[in-house]
């Protein structure tokens, strides 16, 4: 079955500067890449997604770039908010799946 | 659209005591599943159902059993209440087709097991 790494698990960042998390899968079936975001006490929460047909997808401030040679997909995050501090969960699917498979998580904090 | 509603919100059980999470989606969706979240980890799935009539093990399912009602309704059921599942219990769904994999997630209960 599909495995999902994420890393770092902690992520210390001062206001205003970028933020990357990378995670990385092994079933390259996989095609679909979606990123939550979960605010403390609160539910994940889709923020973005690509699938495997796509390079990169852009909304905002938050990007998401994809390599399926290597297998491993990124989520950036530019001129980060203090109310960008939460936990990221990365996850992956292939088209023939029944259930998305997460990465561990990553703690961000963004320091006023 | 209310979109996954669980219920309840919290609870407290005794140890050895049972209970039904209940959860409800109002979009159609295909698929549906619970998570459990202890504090500070990552989500576990217990159980899902990947369409109406079918439900399969997760990586955590010991302790637990579900039941798709139909295809908006999902249970969780809890026979014999252990302080080890003490945790966060999330329901999410999904159409799972192939525009859209995308999981919707409730608010969640808090069960404490005493």
């Known amino acids: 079955g599909e495995n999902v790494e994420q890393h770092p698990s902690t992520l210390s960042v001062q206001e205003g500067d970028s933020a990357v998390i990378k995670c990385t899968y092994s079933?390259?079936?996989?095609?679909?890449f979606p990123w939550y975001k979960q605010e403390l006490g609160k539910r994940p929460q889709l923020i973005i997604d690509?699938?495997?047909?796509?390079g990169e997808k852009k909304d905002q401030r938050i990007a998401v770039t994809l390599n399926k040679t290597a297998k491993h997909f990124s989520l950036h995050i530019t001129e980060t908010q203090p109310e960008d501090s939460a936990v990221y969960f990365c996850?992956?699917?292939?088209?023939?799946?029944?259930?998305?498979?997460f990465g561990e998580g990553t703690q961000l904090t963004v320091n006023p | 659209n209310a979109g996954v509603t669980q219920t309840p919100k919290f609870q407290v059980l005794k140890t050895g005591q049972s209970m039904t999470l209940q959860c409800a989606q109002d979009?159609?969706?295909?698929?549906m599943y619970w998570y459990r979240q202890d504090p500070g980890m990552g989500l576990r799935l217990i159980y899902y159902?990947?369409?109406?009539?079918?439900?399969d093990k997760g990586e955590v399912p010991n302790g637990y059993n579900v039941s798709r009602l139909n295809k908006r309704e999902f249970s969780l059921r809890l026979e014999s209440a252990a302080p080890s599942q003490t945790s966060v219990y999330f329901c999410?769904?999904?159409?799972?087709?192939?525009?859209?994999?995308?999981?919707?997630f409730g608010s969640g209960t808090r069960l404490t097991v005493v």
């Open positions: 079933d390259s079936a996989s095609n679909y």
């Open positions: 999410a769904s999904s159409p799972r087709t192939e525009a859209n994999y995308g999981y919707t």
């Open positions: 690509i699938r495997s047909n796509v």
């Open positions: 979009m159609n969706h295909n698929s």
């Open positions: 996850a992956a699917i292939p088209s023939s799946g029944s259930r998305l498979t």
């Open positions: 159902s990947a369409s109406e009539g079918t439900t």
